[in-house]
């Protein structure tokens, strides 16, 4: 069956970095787009970057230049580098199988940025 399992989630100061992966299963990853969302708690869930099968990449606006998706077709893997991480970046990642919309999504993994 289809598989998202997210990982490397923390907790970091601002400023800091993580990168986060989603390792995919049970299909042919290369043949979908690939989309990252966040939910910080009480909020509504929102995008935060996708990547399509020929690596067109889309970014909402809050996390440009500082976010950077990418995927490895080989590991079956994308993932999500964060870089200047803020305190408006605390919230649960997660990741999606598809481009304009999505079908099956993992867990999340828990990004907390605070000093």
């Known amino acids: 069956q289809v598989q998202l399992v997210e990982s490397g989630g923390g907790s970091v100061q601002p400023g800091g970095s993580l990168r986060l992966s989603c390792a995919a299963s049970?299909?042919?990853?290369?043949?979908?787009?690939l989309t990252w969302y966040r939910q910080a708690a009480g909020k509504e869930r929102e995008f935060v970057a996708r990547i399509s099968v020929r690596d067109t990449t889309i970014y909402t606006d809050s996390v440009k230049g500082r976010f950077t998706i990418s995927r490895d077709n080989d590991r079956n893997t994308a993932y999500l580098q964060m870089n200047y991480l803020r305190p408006e970046d605390t919230a649960l990642y997660y990741c999606?199988?598809?481009?304009?919309?999505?079908?099956?999504r993992g867990q999340g993994t828990q990004v907390t940025v605070s000093s």
């Open positions: 049970g299909h042919p990853f290369r043949f979908y787009g």
């Open positions: 999606g199988r598809g481009f304009e919309s999505t079908d099956y």
